[in-house]
């Protein structure tokens, strides 16, 4: 299936799931986030997640009876309790580092990973001789194909197409809100004591953009440490942490060199609980409501959904 990027194609995809997903229900043939052809022959019955955004996924499509093994990391999907004590119930199989020995003893017939955090582990998995699946993504909308084509993998559809829905109507409320901005803060994120900050090619950095943030390093590539000089020059209004990056508002206020930067003298600084900021960081389904929260933090506006 060819990899969408904007609102309107992935609208059109919703309408078209029917037609698209309701043939050839024995076989389902998808093209992942790594661009494989992923094939299943029936509904799988023993799923295995190894990630926190793709335990969401498949928890929130109603897969929890088939959900065999997660990744220990449970304590991540803290901000969807429901979905955590569910998750928390489940064999685990690793942290970061999987144990294909756990694994293949699950016996499973379909392993969703994460595409760009587990792209290496991808090969290993296979060689267990099971359906393995790479969830995308750069961008929502990739996130979006992905519940998408996992609905149609496991039978789900119908429920997949729900999120979706209602994933695309928040994120259409959301640029509804921004617009009636006077202004869009300039902002500096960033997610450790070393100043790592994001480029507006991440997911990060665009769950920013569609906060209505104007990251002052949208011009970087990746995730990347900048220099205090950067961040004096770029003088943002606005600082995002996090509150499990060991920052602080005030070592950042103390911190050498930056007490003439706008967001540390006017003390415009956010620190996000590791729920909020797991929401903006986590490919799955609650990545717009973590841009809705962070929204609705930074301009104390409400959203209308």
Same mark, same amino acid.
């Given at each position: 299936?060819?990899?969408?990027?904007?609102?309107?194609?992935?609208? &059109?995809?919703?309408?078209?799931?029917?037609?698209?997903?309701?043939?050839?229900?024995?076989?389902?043939?998808?093209? %992942?986030?790594?661009?494989?052809?992923?094939?299943?022959?029936?509904?799988?019955?023993? $799923?295995?997640?190894?990630?926190?955004?793709?335990?969401?996924?498949?928890? %929130?499509?109603?897969?929890?009876?088939?959900?065999?093994?997660?990744?220990?990391?449970?304590?991540?999907?803290?901000?969807?309790?429901?979905?955590?004590?569910? +998750?928390?119930?489940?064999?685990?199989?690793?942290?970061?580092?999987?144990?294909?020995?756990? &694994?293949?003893?699950?016996?499973?017939?379909?392993?969703?990973? %994460?595409?760009?955090?587990?792209? %290496?582990?991808?090969?290993?998995?296979?060689?267990?001789?099971?359906?393995?699946?790479?969830?995308?993504?750069?961008?929502?909308?990739?996130?979006?194909?992905? &519940?998408?084509?996992?609905?149609?993998?496991?039978?789900?559809?119908?429920? +997949?197409?729900?999120?979706?829905?209602?994933?695309?109507?928040?994120?259409?409320?959301?640029?509804?809100?921004?617009? =009636?901005? =006077?202004?869009?803060?300039?902002?500096?994120?960033?997610?450790?004591?070393?100043?790592?900050?994001?480029?507006?090619?991440?997911?990060?950095?665009?769950?920013?953009?569609?906060?209505?943030?104007?990251?002052?390093?949208?011009?970087?590539?990746?995730?990347?440490?900048?220099?205090?000089?950067? &961040?004096?020059?770029?003088?943002?209004?606005?600082?995002?942490?996090?509150?499990?990056?060991?920052?602080? $508002? =005030?070592?950042?206020?103390?911190?050498?060199?930056?007490?003439?930067?706008?967001?540390?003298?006017?003390?415009?600084?956010?620190?996000?609980?590791?729920?909020?900021?797991?929401?903006?960081?986590?490919?799955?389904?609650?990545?717009?409501?973590?841009?809705?929260?962070?929204?609705?933090?930074?301009?104390?506006?409400?959203?209308?959904?």
């Amino acid at each position: 299936m060819k990899r969408f990027s904007s609102l309107l194609l992935i609208t &059109i995809l919703l309408g078209l799931a029917v037609v698209n997903f309701g043939y050839a229900e024995a076989t389902r043939t998808v093209t %992942d986030s790594l661009d494989r052809q992923v094939s299943l022959s029936g509904n799988p019955e023993r $799923v295995v997640t190894t990630i926190p955004s793709t335990t969401e996924i498949a928890l %929130d499509l109603g897969l929890d009876e088939r959900l065999v093994g997660v990744s220990d990391l449970t304590k991540y999907l803290s901000y969807v309790p429901k979905l955590q004590a569910k +998750a928390d119930k489940t064999e685990k199989v690793g942290k970061f580092k999987l144990s294909m020995e756990k &694994i293949a003893a699950l016996n499973p017939d379909l392993i969703i990973v %994460d595409g760009v955090a587990q792209k %290496d582990v991808v090969s290993k998995l296979e060689d267990l001789d099971t359906t393995v699946y790479a969830v995308g993504g750069k961008d929502i909308d990739e996130v979006s194909e992905a &519940i998408l084509e996992l609905g149609y993998l496991t039978g789900t559809k119908d429920r +997949a197409q729900e999120i979706v829905g209602q994933m695309a109507y928040k994120k259409f409320q959301l640029r509804g809100a921004v617009r =009636e901005l =006077e202004e869009k803060k300039t902002t500096l994120y960033t997610l450790s004591e070393r100043m790592y900050t994001v480029g507006e090619n991440t997911l990060v950095g665009q769950v920013l953009e569609l906060a209505g943030l104007d990251n002052v390093f949208s011009d970087l590539s990746g995730y990347k440490p900048v220099s205090t000089e950067k &961040i004096i020059q770029r003088n943002p209004e606005l600082i995002i942490a996090t509150e499990i990056s060991g920052l602080s $508002v =005030e070592s950042l206020k103390n911190e050498v060199g930056l007490k003439g930067v706008k967001a540390i003298k006017e003390e415009n600084i956010l620190l996000l609980s590791r729920d909020e900021d797991s929401m903006i960081n986590q490919r799955g389904t609650k990545i717009v409501d973590g841009a809705i929260n962070l929204f609705e933090r930074v301009y104390d506006k409400e959203v209308n959904l």
